[in-house]
């Protein structure tokens, strides 16, 4: 059932009868993203748009994996310094995605595909109370750069990719430039405002399209890679 260029089966396209037929052999991939400030360079939802640019990805390559609408909101209580961001929270990010892949039972599994590190903490809880439940779930986010975790050089690069007419080349400036780690104490306290005023973390410089293809297409591989363990077994 792993096909290679077919077309996605997108979950906004289908009835319910035309699903109904093959839900039972078939992954749910929801992309889980954010609504928050990315910088003076780019937009709101770069989050969002690389988590379904990556699950995309994924539902052309595999025949059973029906894609469904992104989960545009999630954590980002960091980001609460810029106009613009828009958070529910970790409870509600956690209640939200847990209550979702639960409506999800007419599926083999769910694929949760993040593209907000301030996701991770309420999706591995929820992933691990759904699992307790005996409900298959997964959880996958791209990896990157810890000295340039935000708005810096990979995410405008992967922007450019994907969606040039929206980033702001010209705006771009240089933000903090220090491991994730090391300013995690600071952000804890007073938020991503008291690290970084412009809201990046990392350094814009240098990015470019064909850059920003080689990071899309590293990450799509990775996702590919981990799906091949949430393949479900064709049931009849």
């Known amino acids: 059932m792993t096909g290679s260029g077919h077309r996605p089966r997108l979950l906004a396209r289908l009835t319910w009868p035309e699903l109904s037929r093959t839900a039972t052999d078939s992954v749910l991939a929801v992309p889980v993203g954010s609504t928050e400030q990315h910088g003076p360079h780019l937009p709101f939802t770069v989050d969002t748009d690389i988590a379904v640019a990556l699950a995309e990805r994924l539902a052309r390559a595999r025949s059973w994996v029906v894609l469904a609408p992104p989960v545009h909101y999630g954590s980002s209580g960091e980001h609460a310094g810029f106009p613009g961001t ?7 990010t956690e209640l939200l995605l847990t209550e979702l892949v639960r409506s999800a039972d007419a599926f083999a599994a769910v694929a949760l595909i993040s593209g907000h590190g301030g996701n991770a903490v309420p ?12 409900r298959r779930v997964y959880f996958w986010e791209p990896a990157g750069d810890p000295a340039d975790s935000h708005a810096g050089r990979g995410e405008t690069s992967a922007m ?5 007419g929206a ?17 995690l104490p600071a952000l804890r306290t007073g938020g991503l405002r008291a690290v970084t005023p412009s809201g990046v973390l990392g350094d814009p410089a240098g ?30």
């Open 86 to 92: 828009l958070s529910i929270g970790q409870e509600a």
């Open 123 to 134: 999706l591995r809880r929820a992933v691990r109370r759904l699992r307790d439940e005996g």
């Open 160 to 164: 450019l990719a994907l969606r040039p």
């Open 167 to 183: 980033v702001r080349p010209h705006e771009a400036v240089r933000g903090d430039t220090r491991p994730l780690a090391d300013i």
């Open 207 to 236: 990015a470019d399209h064909e850059e920003g293809r080689r990071l899309v297409d590293h990450w799509a591989a990775d996702l590919l890679a981990a799906s091949a363990r949430w393949q479900p077994t064709v049931s009849g």
